[in-house]
Each structure stands twice: as structure tokens, then as C-alpha cells.
T-cell receptor
Framework: GQSLEQPSEVTAVEGAIVQINCTYQTSGFYGLSWYQQHDGGAPTFLSYNALDGLEETGRFSSFLSRSDSYGYLLLQELQMKDSASYFCAVSPDSNYQLIWGAGTKLIIKP | NAGVTQTPKFQVLKTGQSMTLQCAQDMNHNSMYWYRQDPGMGLRLIYYSASEGTTDKGEVPNGYNVSRLNKREFSLRLESAAPSQTSVYFC????????????FGPGTRLTVT
């Protein structure tokens, strides 16, 4: 089967840095993407990685290692508004639907 | 440019009733999707339409039907609602199937009693 694993919950302090990991087992690999979802809201796209390495978008960065079937989302200078659930999703093929992880709830303490 | 819109936002049904959830996108996307999300859980794909004129089952299609009415619109029908279908339903779209960036509608919160 195809599966993604990510921690169910991560806690961090405002102003700190947090990393949310995602490991995947899929039949193929086209890319890995990250989404944010606030309570009661819809998922919104954050970033994606198709090649190994780090992609930076403001306070958020995403990393991919295809050889390790592993990626992570790095959030810097945490703000209370970053409290949300974060989902990783993998596309096994350029013509295949996204496979979703179960999500990581990020709790930020003042 | 409204993105992805869904109606209704909230709905309460009795067991056995039917209803259709509507979804439309104005981004000229080829692919559209219906997901359900149960409390504290991830997204599960119900049905998808890779392009106008095609529809396919996802992970949890039982109890649902879909229609890709045209390139803009993709509806989800519950023929005989069951309490197990109480969930939040999201419609999403992207340029093409496999594209890593999907755009989501605001969701429909459905309760079946």
C-alpha cells in the first residue's frame, strides 16, 4: 500500500523553530507538498519539493530527501497564528492523485 | 476571481434523505476532487475528475455519486444519507491530476441524524 507518516502533535514556544517530519512509502514519487489548515478552515497550500534540498518561502522552509523517502517542514520565528494542522501530501506520479498524511497539530505556547 | 466555491456551507439531513453538494471553480482547472474530513483526521478522497467528462473513484466512494457537469462544476450526491456520512466535505481543484498544488473550497459541514 501507499502511506505517509507524520507526528500527530507537536508543541513549541512562540518565537522558536519547529520541524514537522513526513516519511512516505509510495509506488513512485513525483513530489511532496505541504498544506496548512486552521481549525474550522480549509487546507491551504504552503510549498512543494520535487527535487532534493531546501525550499524557502519566508518563515517557512521545506526539505526533501528522495533517497530517504523523507521530508520536513520548518517553521521559524513561530507566531501564535501558526497554530494549525499541517499536512504532507505526495504525488506518486505526474498523473496521479495526491496521497495525504493524517496531519500534525502544531500547538504553540506563549 | 472567487477560486473554489461550495454550497451549502452547512446542512443537516435525516437518515435516508438525499442531497447534492455543489462545487465550482473559476481558475480554468482541469482536475477536481471531493474529500471528506472527519474530526481530527486527515483528508480522504471520495471521487475525482481528472478532466472534463471523466470521473473516478477514490478511497471512500461508497454511498456517493458525482457529476462533472462541465469544466467549472463538480457535484457530489448522497442518495440515502447515513450517520456515518456526517463529516466536513471539501472540494478542490488543480491545473491537472498529479499537480502538487491544490486549491480548496471552504467546505460543507454535513450532519446526518
Amino acid at each position: 500500500g501507499q502511506s505517509l507518516e507524520q507526528p500527530s502533535e507537536v508543541t513549541a514556544v512562540e518565537g522558536a523553530i519547529v520541524q514537522i517530519n513526513c516519511t512516505y512509502q509510495t509506488s513512485g514519487f513525483y513530489g511532496l507538498s505541504w498544506y496548512q489548515q486552521h481549525d474550522g478552515g480549509a487546507p491551504t497550500f504552503l510549498s512543494y519539493n520535487a527535487l532534493d534540498g531546501l525550499e524557502e518561502t519566508g518563515r517557512f522552509s521545506s526539505f526533501l530527501s528522495r533517497s530517504d523517502s523523507y521530508g520536513y517542514l520548518l517553521l521559524q520565528e513561530l507566531q501564535m497564528k501558526d497554530s494549525a494542522s499541517y499536512f504532507c501530501a505526495v504525488s506518486p506520479d505526474s498523473n496521479y492523485q495526491l496521497i495525504w498524511g493524517a496531519g500534525t497539530k502544531l500547538i504553540i505556547k506563549p | 476571481n472567487a477560486g473554489v466555491t461550495q454550497t451549502p456551507k452547512f446542512q443537516v439531513l435525516k437518515t435516508g434523505q438525499s442531497m447534492t453538494l455543489q462545487c465550482a471553480q473559476d481558475m480554468n482547472h482541469n482536475s477536481m476532487y471531493w474529500y471528506r474530513q472527519d474530526p481530527g483526521m486527515g483528508l480522504r478522497l471520495i471521487y475525482y475528475s481528472a478532466s472534463e467528462g471523466t470521473t473516478d473513484k477514490g478511497e471512500v466512494p461508497n454511498g456517493y455519486n458525482v457529476s462533472r457537469l462541465n469544466k467549472r462544476e463538480f457535484s457530489l450526491r448522497l442518495e440515502s444519507a447515513a450517520p456515518s456520512q456526517t463529516s466536513v466535505y471539501f472540494c478542490a481543484s488543480n491545473v491537472r491530476d498529479g499537480d502538487l498544488e491544490q486549491y480548496f473550497g471552504p467546505g460543507t459541514r454535513l450532519t446526518v441524524t
